[in-house]
């Protein structure tokens, strides 16, 4: 399947490497990366390539490139799922990933590459397993040679939870399931929606004795056709989500689902006036349109302005708002936001530098108004936990449970 694992910097020089076929030369595969994707750009507009019939697939951590190359019809989600799991267990390991750290730890993260595939398949790629005999310094020697140690490390790579020990003990017995969603809208400039669903993510933090068996009942009017889940689900047919949790935090599934209602935040009316070459004014009108109960904090608008703006006069009756030249926007700020407030508006009169030959012919794009803002204690995909089950069978205690659920905005934009 995976010919060779490479981690490139971002000149494309190898600072780690492991091939786990014949065949392949690491130092023309890196030069051949580096000479058709990096130098030209053409590294940023796929993490597939096809070169010299060979496959690159890849994925940027900051500064570092992870590139695997196969020469067979490879699957590349395969890929994409081991790359990115793979630098969860390094940064499981590791402070940051950058070249040095790659260099510095050169013989552990070897042994944990060893452990992670074998002969080009994916295998081992628990982070908590790993630990326990590979440390920094690599493979730990010693606890290998006590039999009891070395059975007990075997047990849990070919048992049926690999991922957590039985002997885990806790004086107070608690979990947390944190659900967040991000908000993707796109309305047009007639206030038709173009684009809107939300990401979702259930992030667990746990801290449970022995092997506790947990047991997720989501609400009925809930679509999950679109997520994934970490690999200690087993999702029932009534739709629960059975899992063993892994021991701290983890992430336990991803999702992505429609906006279960209206936008939470509209614009009302946008209005430009072009009153002369040196003068614009607008006006600006937002409601919030959120339900009952609910609110968005920290609202955020950012208005573009053109690019000659020299000055803004600026008007509004509630929050604070600025000129900011640097993005060339007027950035509105307002604490929070409810269903039970007025409409809000804002009037602009935009000061211009005079044009000049070469500028005169530019016509201003007019980006998308950009809003930002969080919903505390709610998601607007209608999501929800409607019961949460922990059982211990041996131990049998009662542990704490909590839920919180918190809405942000990834990309929520009005077109103007």
């Not at 908590?128 to 007990?152: C, D, H, W, Y």
């Not at 070919?158 to 993707?184: A, C, H, Q």
């Not at 809003?371 to 936990?385: K, Q, Y």
Request: charged fraction near 25%; include cysteine.
């Amino acid at each position: 399947m995976i010919g060779v694992l490479m981690f490139l910097n971002s000149r494309g020089d190898v600072a780690l490497s492991r091939t786990f076929r014949d065949g392949f030369s690491v130092r023309g595969l890196a030069e051949s990366f580096r000479n058709r994707l990096i130098s030209t750009s053409e590294v940023e507009r796929s993490p597939i390539n096809i070169l010299d019939d060979l496959c690159y697939v890849h994925v940027r951590y900051r500064d570092v490139y992870v590139v695997l190359v196969s020469d067979g019809n490879t699957n590349c989600f395969a890929c994409f799922q081991y790359l990115l799991q793979l630098l969860e267990v390094c940064q499981a390991y590791l402070d940051t990933i950058s070249e040095e750290t790659l260099k510095d730890n050169f013989v552990a993260l070897q042994q944990l590459i060893d452990e992670t595939m074998d002969f080009g398949y994916p295998q081992t790629m628990e982070a908590e397993l790993l630990k326990t005999f590979i440390g920094v310094k690599g493979i730990n020697i010693a606890l290998m040679k006590k039999p009891e140690q070395s059975e007990r490390v075997t047990a849990r790579l070919t048992g049926k939870m690999p991922w957590r020990k039985r002997d885990l003990f806790y004086r107070v017995n608690e979990i947390f399931i944190d659900v967040s969603e991000e908000l993707y809208v796109l309305v047009s400039q007639r206030g038709q929606v173009l684009e809107s669903n939300v990401v979702g993510s259930v992030m667990v933090k746990n801290f449970l004795s022995g092997m506790p068996e947990c047991q997720i009942e989501l609400n009925d009017d809930f679509n999950l056709n679109d997520a994934s889940y970490h690999s200690c689900v087993s999702l029932q047919a009534d739709r629960n989500i059975s899992f063993v949790p892994l021991d701290g935090k983890f992430l336990l599934m991803r999702y992505r689902a429609a906006l279960a209602s209206s936008p939470p935040l509209k614009v009302l009316h946008t209005h430009i006036r072009e009153v002369s070459k040196t003068r614009t004014e607008i006006d600006f009108g937002l409601k919030c349109d959120i339900k009952e109960g609910m609110r968005c904090d920290d609202v955020e608008i950012r208005i573009p302005c053109p690019e000659n703006t020299a000055d803004v006069n600026l008007s509004v009756a509630r929050g604070r708002v600025q000129f900011d030249g640097v993005q060339h926007a007027v950035i509105w700020k307002l604490p929070t936001l409810s269903q039970n407030d007025e409409e809000l508006l804002l009037t602009a009169e935009i000061v211009l530098l005079a044009p000049t030959i070469a500028t005169s012919e530019q016509v201003w794009s007019r980006p998308p108004i950009k809003i930002s803002f969080t919903t505390p204690s709610h998601v607007l995909s209608g999501f929800r936990v409607k019961e949460l089950r922990v059982e211990e069978p041996l131990l049998r205690y009662s542990a704490s449970k909590w839920v919180r659920y918190l809405t942000t905005t990834g990309q929520y934009e009005w077109r103007l």
